[in-house]
């Protein structure tokens, strides 16, 4: 049995083991070490988001874009640091869509695997699009006919269908031709975007760009703090999760997992901020002299600055990456999403088959296939990119929340569950990584939030099909412990819709005043969601597999959950 290098020793003074909990998924194989699994992080990271998030975010913020990056990078570092403790712990496949079902039970649970699976399966026909736009730069009439300026056309969807059918191909045979295909990709993923930025900045270096045309904030900072939400940042980053999610495969979790998150986010903001640098200065004037920074429109952003300073070589080199980076990250995405439906199966809310792994493979090939099915969806009605990195990013903000929350909750309810990865500070990241998502998910602007919080809903009648069911005494523990994430998202949609103009509000709330009203918001449905927390018989199981149920434990709690159990 292999055992945890480091963390807190269990109940008996044993250090804790990889058990039954933790190592289950007999038919997953444990073979992806943590080069492995940080390629998987930057594979995920370093996609579509490089080959368009530049110039969006520069259309938004102008030169501030670059604090855009590091504000981005900063909000994805304290919230990967609550779900690296929450991955050590429950290192099983799709991690990601479990943490709040441990914590508060079926509807909280569910909520977060909703909104969850949501932005990372969107993310597969978004790289699809990536790819295929780029295409629509060739000097060919078939090329060009494949997007119209804002939306792929109808062969330009057709070439992105195949596009998807490759991803999934190459995640239907084995683990270990996913780990050595991804390797190889994430390898040319991480040199050609160094190289692009290195040949731009050397190539044109117009320091001009950033204080002309506005200055360096031409739109104010409302606009950074939008470019963060919603111009493929957040997009970018929310591939820190994919390692979690693959944790049924990894080899000495405890170590590897918070590795792997944590490096693939700092590699990544690196990447990003010199790619950014490279973009502002490399603008030809000319660009900017009519409209400034938001009237920038390139259909391939890179590419078409490489072409304008002779950088030909570059510019086919970038056409090419536009197939490599989305494909790698497409195909990541296609892995982590099974093993999240597969999660979302265990936790009670798909049918039984959508939990079944191939033992000769061990790929869950039905969740695969759901998911490819769900992409086919995406793809023929969010046609262009920009629109999918907006669903994905403010759905990606509301699946955020609940592990700052699950995290104290454990450490609550179950102090003695193993924990390889433990910080001391953690009672203090919890709560700041709460207000950051937060005011995220308010700097996405009205009405996109309302939106997307309205395709969280959509979701609840899958909840309901499973769960009413159940005796009301079962149901209503379930019930009360995810009230204030139901609650939560009613009050950011106000707040949303009442806020400051400069985030598409109404103007109720001055500026200034709505950043801290949302985050006194954050901080106290932190508090609310922590103290909802219960011992359910999700967190028991897992308590009576791992050998850490406290002797005796007979609380009302308990209790109901062991009742709850049966039914």
């Known amino acids: 049995m292999d055992r945890f290098v480091s963390g807190r020793r269990g109940a008996k ?27 998987v992080g930057l594979g995920s990271i370093i996609g579509s988001g490089w080959l368009f998030g530049a110039e969006r975010a520069a259309a938004l913020a102008g030169p501030a874009a670059i604090l855009a990056w590091v504000i981005g990078a900063a909000v994805a570092l304290t919230i990967a640091l609550t779900y690296s403790e929450l991955g050590s712990m429950f290192p099983k496949a799709g991690g990601m869509v479990r943490y709040g079902q441990y914590s508060h039970g079926s509807l909280a649970g569910y909520l977060a695997a909703w909104s969850n699976w949501i932005a990372i399966v969107s993310v597969i026909p978004g790289e699809a699009t990536a790819s295929v736009q780029y295409m629509s730069s060739w000097d060919f009439g078939w090329a060009k006919a494949l997007y119209d300026g804002k939306e792929l056309t109808g062969s330009g969807v057709a070439l992105a269908s195949v596009l998807l059918l490759f991803y999934f191909f190459l995640n239907w045979f084995a683990i ?9 990709i994430t390898v040319f993923k991480v040199v050609v975007p160094t190289l692009t930025a290195g040949a731009l900045l050397l190539s044109h270096f117009d320091t001009g760009n950033v204080t002309d045309h ?8 409302s606009s ?36 792997a998150v944590i490096s693939s986010i700092l590699i990544s903001l690196v990447i990003y901020v010199a790619l950014q640098i490279a973009f502002l200065t490399a ?33 086919m080199l970038l056409y090419a990456d536009a197939f490599v980076s989305p494909s790698g990250t497409g195909m990541i995405y296609a892995a982590t999403t099974s093993r999240m439906i597969q999660g979302v199966q265990e936790n009670g ?3 039984g088959i959508f939990g079944k792994v191939d033992p000769k493979t061990g790929i869950p090939r039905p969740a695969l296939l759901l998911n490819l099915v769900i992409a086919f969806i995406f793809l023929a009605v969010f046609r262009g990119w920009g629109s999918l990195a907006e669903i994905v ?36 990241i919890a709560p700041i990584a709460m207000v950051f998502g937060s005011l995220v998910l308010y700097w996405a602007r009205w009405p996109l939030t309302g939106k997307v919080i309205f395709i969280m809903a959509i979701g609840l009648p899958i909840w309901a099909w499973y769960e009413l069911r159940k005796p009301w005494a079962q149901l209503r523990p379930h019930l009360a412990a995810g009230a204030w994430m139901v609650t939560y998202l009613l009050v950011m949609a106000a707040v949303s819709w009442a806020g400051g103009t400069e985030f598409g509000g109404r103007g109720y709330l001055p500026g200034g005043w709505d950043i801290l009203v949302v985050a006194l918001i954050g901080l106290a449905f932190y508090v609310w969601g922590v103290r909802s927390a219960w011992r359910n018989p ?13 002797a005796g434990a007979d609380s009302e709690d308990d209790e109901r959950a062991k009742a709850d159990a049966r039914v």
């Open 13 to 39: 003074g044993v250090p804790g083991t990889l058990s039954t909990e933790q190592g289950s998924h007999s038919h997953y194989r444990r073979s992806l070490g943590p080069v492995a699994l940080t390629a």
């Open 176 to 184: 270990t031709l996913f780990a050595k295909t991804n390797t190889a």
């Open 214 to 221: 506005g200055g360096f904030t031409p739109n104010g900072w």
């Open 224 to 259: 950074v703090f939008t470019a963060v939400a919603v111009s493929g940042i957040v997009w970018a980053y929310n591939g820190f999760q994919s390692p979690l999610n693959m944790a049924g495969e990894a080899r000495n979790p405890g170590k590897s997992l918070p590795k």
């Open 283 to 315: 603008v030809p004037a000319a660009d900017l002299a009519h409209g400034g920074w938001s009237g920038l429109s390139y259909n391939s952003p890179l590419a078409d600055l490489s072409l304008a300073w002779g950088l030909n070589w570059l510019a």
């Open 349 to 351: 809310h798909l049918p």
């Open 393 to 428: 990013s403010v759905a990606t903000v509301i699946s955020y929340i609940t592990g700052p929350v699950a995290v104290m909750s454990l450490r609550r309810l179950s102090p003695d569950l193993p924990r390889p990865v433990q910080l001391r500070a953690m009672p203090v």
């Open 538 to 550: 999700t967190l028991l199981e897992a308590e009576r597999e791992l050998g850490t149920t406290p």
